[in-house]
């Protein structure tokens, strides 16, 4: 039996193979990672175990893809299920500073033993057609016949998903066609509409163009995790990668890095001409999430006891003291943004969508309930 997590982990390392034979400026990055990670785990061992380890940094990647509508968010809920990744968070950019018809989840594992197994999420936004703030009724009647006639996820796939999802993993055999017929599903298609249909929904948004005019799912990115994204960029363009401006990373704290830091470079071939890698600091609490939103480093504690005192940061409590809860999961949208939206996203997904701030508050209660024992 192949277990839950070894298909994750298979399915993240053969979606990243496949994605560097595309791109191959992102076997480049990856190496890059690798030497920055080593180096660092080299010079402060200490920190680096404290930011979950070398092993599971190696293999850690964030990935993003865009989905059509309802239909095929639930069909990805059936598949990443299969791989023991459950939706986290809701992420409406439809009243963002720069609207989008565009509301996402963020499937990963939610156990910390499952998370330091193999911690590969995926970044997951649909369209929202029926929005009458970007799509009037006509375009959305086209629109939806188009992502109507397309199936991204074969049949068999989600069989074997969901016969997963029972069974707690697949024999040997099935977990190799299972991971086979995942990664083809999110093979890049060059098939594209003529460009007048195009232009109708890049004039509603360019999400809407990119969605609406081909016929599969494209992976848009797939992050590698560093520990240390300044050395990252330094190391860079020694390798041919440019920067992107105004693409990250934000400034480095005086104190623990926290929540996500990320940096882009151009890559021909990407769905946005764009390679992403990213840094991860401490889980804040929506409080801490609030004030730095509002305030960034101006307002923000600049250590760990600080942070935690005040409440605004999570932390694992043993015998020996306490540790920051390691940030896993995607850019936040504003504190509020999120948490109403989640019945109506656990309704269209059919299964509960969790609450990030929740899962981070669980592991820091049964921490301390742990150590009271």
């Keep these: 039996m192949v277990e839950t997590w070894e298909l994750r982990a298979r399915f993240a390392r053969a979606l990243g193979a496949a994605y560097g034979r595309t791109v191959p400026a992102y076997d480049t990055l990856v190496e890059v990672a690798d030497e920055v990670n080593a180096d660092f785990a080299a010079r402060n061992p200490a920190g680096a ?31 990443f299920s299969g791989f023991g990744m459950h939706p986290v968070g809701c992420y409406d950019r439809r009243d963002a500073p720069e609207p ?43 629109l939806e016949n188009v992502l109507a006639a397309r199936s991204v996820f074969p049949t068999e796939l989600l069989h074997l998903a969901a016969l997963a999802t029972e069974e707690g993993g697949l024999t040997a055999p099935t977990a190799e066609r299972f991971v086979a017929l995942a990664v083809t599903a999110f093979a890049p298609s060059d098939t594209a509409a003529d460009r007048s ?16 005019g081909r016929t599969g799912v ?32 934000r400034p480095a704290r005086g104190g623990p890095d926290v929540l996500v830091r990320r940096v882009s470079f151009g890559a021909a071939g990407t769905p946005g001409g764009v390679l992403v890698a990213e840094s991860r600091g401490m889980a804040l609490t929506p409080e801490g999430q ?13 250590t760990e006891a600080e942070l935690e005192a005040g409440g605004l940061a ?55 309930e742990r150590t009271a024992s």
């Design 100 to 142: 989008a018809p565009v509301v996402s989840t963020g499937f990963r594992p939610v156990d910390p033993i499952e998370l330091a197994r193999n911690p590969f999420g995926m970044f997951t936004s649909m369209l929202t057609t029926a929005d009458r703030r970007f799509f009037d009724g006509d375009l959305q009647h086209r």
């Design 314 to 368: 999570y932390f694992t409590h043993r015998r020996t003291g306490a540790e920051p809860i390691l940030y896993e999961d995607f850019p936040p949208m504003p504190v509020g943004s999120g948490p109403d939206h989640l019945p109506w996203l656990s309704e269209t997904l059919g299964r509960a969508a969790h609450d990030p701030f929740m899962l981070y508050r669980q592991q820091q209660d049964h921490s301390r």
């Design 49 to 79: 175990e404290r930011r979950g380890g070398l092993a599971r940094i190696t293999v850690e990647r964030h990935g993003a893809i865009r989905l059509g509508g309802p239909t095929e968010l639930r069909q990805a809920a059936i598949l």
């Design 197 to 212: 249909w195009l232009s109708a929904l890049e004039r509603v948004a360019p999400v809407a163009a990119g969605l609406g």
């Design 218 to 249: 494209r992976v848009v990115h797939l992050a590698p995790r560093v520990f240390d994204i300044d050395d990252l960029c330094r190391r860079s363009a020694r390798h041919g990668l440019r920067r992107i401006d105004g693409t990250g990373p």
């Design 290 to 302: 609030e004030l730095y939103a509002a305030h960034g480093d101006d307002e923000i504690p600049q």
